[in-house]
């Protein structure tokens, strides 16, 4: 199991970095809408949709974003920024306010016409925010990904060495405070290199790349809650050795709109505040 994990991840990166740097725009969001539905049929599965419901939301879903994809060659990147900036920062509120309170009280919308139209919204901002990365500064999208998975990653290792105090027992047993813990040292390390090595210029990064690493504790606690409600332990089996591909991007679904809010948000206050 571990090899197939560890080679899945090998092609994963092989398939992701080429495409990230060299890809047109457009090729790249199509892409990316692909991979989106994915995760939209595997939130189907979590609201237990029947196979035609299912069709059906993956169907409306995949036009609207055809439509989107329409709209970007007919305006343009600025008027796709602007509007998408607004779903950023609806996102933001969404995973900063709404999510912590639903975990604290374990508790969510049981009706599946909500849950379908929130997990819709979830996923869409997600792919607007891949796509605008991508056009913005593809190290920007690189760096927030790469910040989600070397948190999980500590996560992992500090819960395992260390871990005493549960995080969300009820949500999702295995995760503890030491692992919190663990992530935020390991991102602040990675801040400070980013800012030494002077691939960033300030050190507002490490705050930053803080709160990016906990809305991604979130996206992951919140993921586990659906799953848990579901009975299911695998959101899929869509990546060998990984289960499903919601699996590996529970962390970036608030993460990125988030991360892309804070970045537009710090640039216009130095504009605006500059002598």
């Known amino acids: 199991m571990l090899k197939t994990r560890i080679f899945t991840a090998i092609v994963l990166l092989g398939l992701f970095l080429p495409a990230l740097f060299w890809l047109p725009l457009l090729a790249w969001a199509a892409i990316m809408l692909g991979l989106t539905l994915v995760c939209l049929h595997e939130w189907a599965g979590f609201l237990q949709m029947s196979k035609g419901q299912a069709r059906s939301y993956l169907l409306v879903s995949a036009a609207l974003g055809l439509a989107v994809l329409l ?4 305006q343009g990147f600025h008027w796709f920024f602007y509007h998408a900036l607004h779903v950023f920062a ?4 969404f995973w900063l306010v ?3 309170v639903a975990l604290f009280l374990n508790t969510f919308s049981k009706n599946k016409a909500v849950n379908a139209v929130a997990g819709w919204a979830l996923m869409m ?3 607007l925010a891949l796509v605008a990365a991508k056009e913005v500064n593809p190290f920007v999208l690189l760096t927030i990904i790469s910040t989600i998975w070397l948190a999980d990653s500590a996560a992992y290792f500090a819960g395992k060495q260390f871990g005493r105090h549960k995080l969300a027992p009820a949500i999702s047993p295995g995760k503890t405070w030491e692992g919190v813990y663990g992530a935020l040292f390991a991102v602040a390390i990675y801040a400070a290199v980013l800012k030494l090595s002077g691939a960033v210029s300030t050190w507002w990064i490490l705050p930053g790349l803080w709160l990016v690493t906990i809305a991604g504790v979130y996206g992951d606690l919140f993921e586990s809650f ?5 009975n299911l332990k695998d959101s899929g089996r869509f990546l060998p050795g990984h289960g499903g591909f919601l699996d590996r991007v529970d962390g970036v679904i608030p993460a990125l709109p988030i991360g892309l809010c804070l970045l537009f948000w710090f640039h216009y206050w130095q ?3 500059s002598f």
Do not use: G
């Open 71 to 74: 709209l970007l060659l007919q």
């Open 90 to 93: 609806l996102a933001t509120v």
């Open 98 to 100: 709404i999510v912590p």
């Open 125 to 127: 901002s997600l792919w």
């Open 226 to 230: 659906f799953k848990r409600r579901a």
């Open 271 to 273: 504009q605006a505040y």
